[in-house]
Each structure stands twice: as structure tokens, then as C-alpha cells.
């Protein structure tokens, strides 16, 4: 499965959200990871975060596009029904 993911390097925390402000189309999911973007640190420290919040291995997580920026879209080995129950559990 790919989605679609806006990242924030350099944060005070760790953090997997979706943004309030995506009325009308689906929302983006956020993420905001203390490590900060120099010599690719930040996309390796964001890949061991979302491994570790789907419960999933770090090599089950690949960035398909957005190396150098923000807005990337990332393959995930995860089964839709498992995504859509971890989804829900962060809308609420």
C-alpha cells in the first residue's frame, strides 16, 4: 500500500496525526519526527517511526518519493484492513 505523508523534521516530539484542516478530500497524514534533515538522518529516523507505529519492520517501509522534501509517498507492507483499524484509532 502507498500513501501519502507530509513530514516535519526537527520537532520538539514525535508525532502521527492527520492534518484538521483537509475538508472535502481526505486528510494528510502528518508526521513529525525530532531528527533533523542533514545527510539523509531525518528519512532514516522517519522510517524506523513508521515501522514502529504500524508494528511493522523498518524493511517493510519504503520511501517511493520525496527523498529531499516534506511531502513524500511512502510503500508500506501492511494489509489495508490492518491500515484502516490504525487510521481510526488516530481520528479518535
Known sequence: MT???KVK???KV????????GS???RLLNVK????????????????????Q???AKSDVTIVSG????????????SEERFVRFREG???
Open 3 to 5: 500513501i501519502a505523508l
Open 9 to 11: 523534521p526537527g520537532s
Open 14 to 21: 514525535d508525532q502521527l496525526f492527520y492534518d484538521a484542516a
Open 24 to 26: 472535502g478530500r481526505e
Open 33 to 52: 519526527i525530532r531528527a533533523t534533515a542533514q545527510d539523509g538522518k531525518a528519512n532514516v529516523y522517519f522510517i524506523e517511526f513508521l515501522a514502529k
Open 54 to 56: 504500524f508494528g511493522i
Open 67 to 78: 527523498h529531499t522534501s516534506q511531502h513524500k509517498r511512502v510503500s508500506i507492507n501492511i
Open 90 to 92: 488516530l481520528e479518535t
